[in-house]
Structures are given as C-alpha cells and as structure tokens.
C-alpha cells in the first residue's frame, strides 16, 4: 500500500507535519507521500470529502480540531470525552478518529525535562481545542491542580465543570511547577513570567514553535527557568498518530531529530 498522508488547517504553509510523515514512513518501511492542505474555515462536508478519495489518513490543526470530531463514525476515548480530533483515518469506508496531543505533551514533558505531572500545580493560557487535550491528559496523569487562564469564559467553564482539580484563573496556588501556553501566535500576548507562583523552578512550554523563542517563552529563561516551544509536542504527538494508524512503533526522539 502506498499512504496518502496529509496535514489540513489553516495557516498550513509553515507546518512541519510533512517531514514528520516522511520520516516516519522511511522509519517504517513504509511507501507514501504526505501534503499540505489548507482549509481556512471548518468546513465538515469538504473534510469529510477529503477521506478515502483524496487522503487514507490525515494530521488535523487549527481551526479544524472540533469539526474533525464530528465527520468520524468512531473515536477513541479521548476525543470522545473532549470533543477534538487531531488524527482522522479512512478504514473500510469509515472515518475513525482520535487525539494525541495530551499524551503527546506528556511524552514530550518527560522526554524533554525528565518531568511527570503527578501532583504539580500547572497553569495554561488558552481554553481551545489544544488546551483541552492537554488539560485532559494532565488530568488522568493525577495533577495536583490545573489552573486556567482563557480569553473565552465558556470554554474555561466546560473544562472546570468536567474536572476535578481544574480551577479558573481567580484560583490562588503558592507555586507552578509547570506553565504552558496553547494560545496561537496570532492571540493577544498572555501573561509571562510576572505571574504570581512563578519562581526559577518552573518549567514553561509554549506550544507554538514559530518564533522558537517567543517573547513569552524567553521571559521565563531571563528568570531562569527550563523552558521549551511546541517541537517536542508536535513530534511526540505525531509518533502517537502514526503508530495508530499503522499498528507500528514510531519513535518520537527519531522524529523531532528531524525539525529542531
């Protein structure tokens, strides 16, 4: 079989995913190509279109996170829970779905600081589709708390009514042991390293990784903390894609080896 892969969202043109899949099917043994597409609004028809014809299975980035979830016939249990797909596969004419980047983070979080977010104390910037994942898999990885800080108040509601031990932004913690930030390049800047709780012992991860150092992100090393962009993410997430769909293991070190 030789794979049609791909990545859709919208900006596409600065997406790393295609050398991701190339070396991953090279790292297989497998035959395939992998494409950028760009769909700038959500479009459930067009991406449901996209499957089987076009693509056997694609990587899905913002805008489209929410409306992939709702073009599958079935998801695995995380998507089901937070309502967010980032991997679509076509299998026997159906569209499956799943999400990766939660426990992608947190393979990225020990591979990258040899850090587990049992019982840290954690604050996010940003309540969409990323910060759900992320928040998701903390949240199963006994966090002690997760604080929220988000621009829309009924995504921060949906995730402090789902979890215990996810909190709002009035949520006072004496320490963070870990920060990181899902807003997009394009948001409003959020709070740097001003935050109270904040010390040299914090870890900070923006999951962005253009600029790969952004202001937010350097103003956590200028007080001295480890601190990382969204590389280790977006390759430790697409290793879990990949050994998804093909029911092989792909190393997610091998990957980001080939972007940073």
């Known amino acids: 079989m030789r794979w049609r892969l791909g990545v859709v969202g ?8 295609p050398q991701l899949h190339d ?9 395939g190509t992998s494409e950028r597409v760009a769909m700038p ?12 014809e076009h693509f056997d299975a694609l990587s899905v980035t913002m805008p489209l996170k929410e409306a992939a979830a709702t073009i599958c016939d079935a998801r695995d249990a995380v998507s089901t829970r937070i309502g967010v797909v980032n991997s679509l596969l076509w299998r ?4 499956q779905g799943a999400c990766t980047d939660g426990r992608g983070f947190l393979d990225a979080l020990f591979a990258q600081f040899h850090a587990t977010p049992t019982q840290m104390n954690v604050l996010v910037h940003g309540a969409g589709g990323a910060a759900r994942g992320i928040v998701d898999a903390l ?3 006994n966090v002690g708390a997760v604080v929220i800080h988000g621009r829309t108040p009924a995504n921060v509601e949906r995730m402090t009514n789902a979890y215990d031990h ?15 930030n899902t807003q997009p390049v394009h948001a409003p ?3 740097g390293a001003e935050v109270a709780g904040v010390d040299a012992e914090t870890i900070a991860v923006d999951i962005t990784y253009e600029p790969r150092m952004s202001p937010w992100r ?13 590389l280790g993410l977006l390759a430790y997430q697409a290793a879990l894609q990949m050994r998804w769909w093909w029911d092989l293991d792909v190393d997610g070190a091998k990957l980001l080896e080939v972007i940073a």
């Not at 900006?11 to 790393?16: A, Q, R």
């Not at 609004?41 to 089987?52: F, H, I, N």
């Not at 026997?92 to 569209?95: K, S, T």
């Open 41 to 52: 609004d959500a479009d459930r028809t067009e991406l449901r279109a996209l499957m089987g």
């Open 139 to 141: 949240v199963h990885a």
């Open 10 to 17: 919208y900006p596409i043109d600065h997406s790393l995913t």
């Open 23 to 31: 070396k991953a099917l090279a790292l297989c043994g497998l035959q």
């Open 218 to 230: 350097q103003s956590y090393e200028d007080l001295g903390c480890r601190s990382a962009n969204g």
């Open 189 to 191: 800047a959020p709070f």
């Open 92 to 95: 026997d004419g159906h569209v």
């Open 166 to 180: 996810v909190f709002d932004a009035d949520h006072q913690v004496d320490h963070f042991d870990l920060v990181v």
